[in-house]
């Protein structure tokens, strides 16, 4: 007789007691919050107060800058530099550094210079001049190659005062000396100087402007989002952190179980990365660490049971956490949450992850993977689909793959009609050659496979498929929900199967999505959900 899994649309009847399973939940997010790589003021009419002050923005590890006071203006004027140009509005370059100068986002050994105050990094990536005052500069100034702004405004050198390049084996430095602003009577003098280690300064020698607004910083540009500026008069000396990856990530494909091992993956961990502490503890908290300088950081657990700590380095890798053998722990919610050391990543040089809740479980796992580059018999050493019973779990009766739950919708369906014979799955237990290697590894007959349908498919119209299909095409050889039944499916058993699918990708990865319903012997029912763990692997254990 055929056991059947009980759907009633998402709602799945469970009959008999309920199983303890583990589970690893994850929630929340780490840091840093993605943002754009830019740092900046935006100075409205007359509130310019950066005038006589010079800052030197000093590079760090992963694309950070130390802002801090700077150096002195480099000498410029017509017996030590060249005229770059006396155009309005106007971009002009390549103009050669002598030297690399690298910058976080890359490294250049020429730039453009831009009339209205303002370095482009990549010569010939920028042709707007970025007029006509630093608000309306500010979005190109966001979304355009990198660049730097010196003093970003509506400035005028037809109508006086001159721009000088100049460089050496030091660096290399753009002056505007004396240029008005568009309309204006009084000349501007600033600088902007390349060093060959990456520093780059910012002087504003002499600028009485006032009738424009005016944006100073640097942006690595690319962005969409506008971040916060700051007031670099104020908040000098500071740390301006680029974007070196994604929040700090833990995740698990392991269910906890008592007196088992499970594997705790931390990703998009930065280069300068050298300490991992997993922190354990009994109660979620939600704690901002930008008070004590990890800026856009938050604790996510108490911490109070302690803390795992490993040395590392990234991008990647994986804690190895066993699960002690105590009942007493079954079914208690334990908080986690990694604390990654990475300097120069913020003020303190540190990260957190996102929150990871851990339910431990006595009973063993049931895993169901699919594995492969294509879903259509790409390895015949072992079946795309397997199907895995735990260690000490009752024998598996029953089980469905079904697509219409996935959640978001998946267009998927499983195909019981192709015509490569030595690749399909409608074969059953047909002794015909054409029909084999359907069930990989003898695991239909070691799993106890009943074949209670009658095939579909024009490959042996009276063998027995081994499969039930349902919500399938008018043709009935599609099928979006198949079910399986078995007679002797033990513990640590697998049951091996190739199934060709169409309507999406066909690798393992391609799977995630597909819910899998289990009955086991004692009526108790799981379920599970397949995620993606590499290209070619999704993975469901539950």
Do not use: K
Not at 137 to 145: I, K, P, R, T, V
Not at 183 to 210: E, K, M, V, Y
Not at 434 to 458: K, Q
């Amino acid at each position: 007789m055929l056991v059947r899994c009980v759907v009633a649309s998402s709602l799945l009847v469970v009959l008999g007691h309920a199983q303890t399973v583990g589970a690893f939940e994850r929630s929340q997010v780490g840091c840093p919050t993605p943002r754009l790589p830019a740092i900046f003021e935006l100075f409205d009419v007359g509130t310019f107060d950066l005038d006589g002050v010079t800052l030197a923005f000093v590079p760090g590890p992963e694309n950070s800058y130390s802002v801090v006071p700077g150096f002195a203006p480099r000498p410029y004027g017509g017996g030590v530099s060249l005229p770059t140009f006396s155009g309005d509005d106007t971009v002009r370059g390549p103009f050669f550094l002598g030297f690399p100068f690298p910058y976080a986002g890359g490294t250049t050994i020429a730039i453009d210079v831009c009339s209205n105050g303002y370095v482009y990094l990549e010569p010939g990536s920028i042709s707007s001049p970025r007029c006509c005052d630093g608000f309306a500069g500010l979005s190109s100034f966001l979304a355009d190659s990198p660049s730097i702004a010196g003093l970003g405004t509506d400035l005028d050198v037809t109508a006086g005062g001159q721009i000088w390049f100049d460089s050496d084996a030091s660096g290399a430095w753009v002056t505007w000396d004396d240029v008005p602003e568009d309309g204006g009577s009084l000349g501007n003098t600033f600088q902007i100087q390349l060093r060959t280690d990456g520093t780059f300064i910012l002087s504003w020698i002499q600028c009485p402007f006032a009738t424009r607004s005016a944006l100073v910083g640097y942006s690595e540009g690319g962005g969409l989002a506008v971040p916060d500026a700051v007031d670099l008069s104020a908040d000098v000396p500071l740390l301006f952190t680029g974007p070196f990856g994604d929040p700090i990530s833990i995740s698990s494909f392991d269910v906890p179980t008592l007196g088992q091992t499970m594997q705790i993956d931390v990703t998009n961990l930065p280069a300068s990365t050298s300490l991992v502490s997993m922190l354990f503890g009994t109660t979620a908290v939600d704690l901002d660490l930008g008070t004590i300088g990890a800026t856009t950081c938050r604790l996510y657990t108490n911490a109070t049971i302690g803390a795992l700590t490993v040395p590392f380095a990234g991008p990647a890798g994986s804690l190895s956490l066993a699960v002690p053998m105590a009942p007493g722990i079954v079914g208690v919610d334990f908080e986690l949450q990694a604390a990654v050391l990475a300097p120069g990543t913020t003020q303190l040089g540190l990260l957190t992850s996102n929150r990871g809740t851990l339910r431990v479980g006595d009973l063993s796992p049931i895993t169901v993977v699919a594995e492969g580059a294509n879903s259509f018999n790409s390895d015949t050493s072992q079946g795309f689909w397997r199907v895995t019973n735990g260690d000490g779990n009752p024998d598996i009766l029953a089980v469905r793959f079904d697509w219409t739950l996935a959640n978001p919708a998946s267009p998927q369906i499983f195909d019981a009609n192709q015509t490569a014979m030595s690749d399909r799955f409608d074969g059953g237990n047909s002794a015909l050659p054409t029909c084999g290697h359907t069930y990989r590894n003898g695991s239909h007959l070691t799993t106890g496979l009943m074949f209670s349908g009658t095939s579909v498919s024009p490959c042996d119209p009276t063998a027995m498929t081994g499969w039930v299909g349902s919500n399938g095409s008018a043709a009935n050889q599609d099928w979006r929900t198949l079910d399986f039944a078995f007679t002797d499916f033990n513990a640590g058993e697998t049951f091996e199967v190739d199934i060709d699918t169409d309507g999406g990708g066909q690798n393992g990865s391609a799977m995630a999505g597909l819910v899998v319903i289990v009955i086991l012997a004692d009526q108790t029912v799981r379920v599970g959900e397949l995620v993606a763990e590499t290209t070619e692997r999704s993975i469901a254990r539950f």
